[in-house]
Structure formats: structure tokens, C-alpha cells
């Protein structure tokens, strides 16, 4: 469920952050830059901010 969560949340800011760069202003990449950094470091360290604010909402694996 974690894992679903987690993947959910992530692909939300991304179209966000791409609907507000088209709509809004383009400086807002830097936000889709930032998720997608962070999913590339959680990917090779297996750490992630988002796992651990899951669990203490008490998400369940």
C-alpha cells in the first residue's frame, strides 16, 4: 500500500508541476526536476522522505 502511495503522490506532483509550467510560468520544471532527482536518489540509496511521512500517517506496507 506504502509503495502505491508513495508512486501516486510522486506521479501527482509531476502532472502538477507540468500543468502549472504550461499554464502559469516554466519555472515551475524545476519542481518536476526536483521529484524526478528524488526518485533517482531513492533509487540508489533505497532512503526516501515520503516512505518515512507514510509510515508515521501510519500507512502499512
Known amino acids: 500500500m506504502k509503495n502505491r502511495l508513495f508512486?501516486?503522490?510522486?506521479g501527482t506532483f509531476i502532472?502538477?508541476?507540468l500543468l502549472l509550467a504550461i499554464y502559469v510560468n516554466q519555472n515551475w520544471l524545476w519542481f518536476?526536476?526536483?521529484?524526478?532527482?528524488?526518485l533517482l536518489q531513492s533509487s540508489i540509496t533505497k532512503w526516501c522522505l515520503m516512505e518515512m511521512i507514510l509510515e508515521k500517517l501510519g500507512v502499512k506496507d
Do not use: H
Request: aromatic share 8%.
Open 7 to 10: 508512486r501516486t503522490v510522486a
Open 32 to 38: 518536476t526536476a526536483f521529484v524526478g532527482a528524488n
Open 15 to 17: 502532472l502538477i508541476s
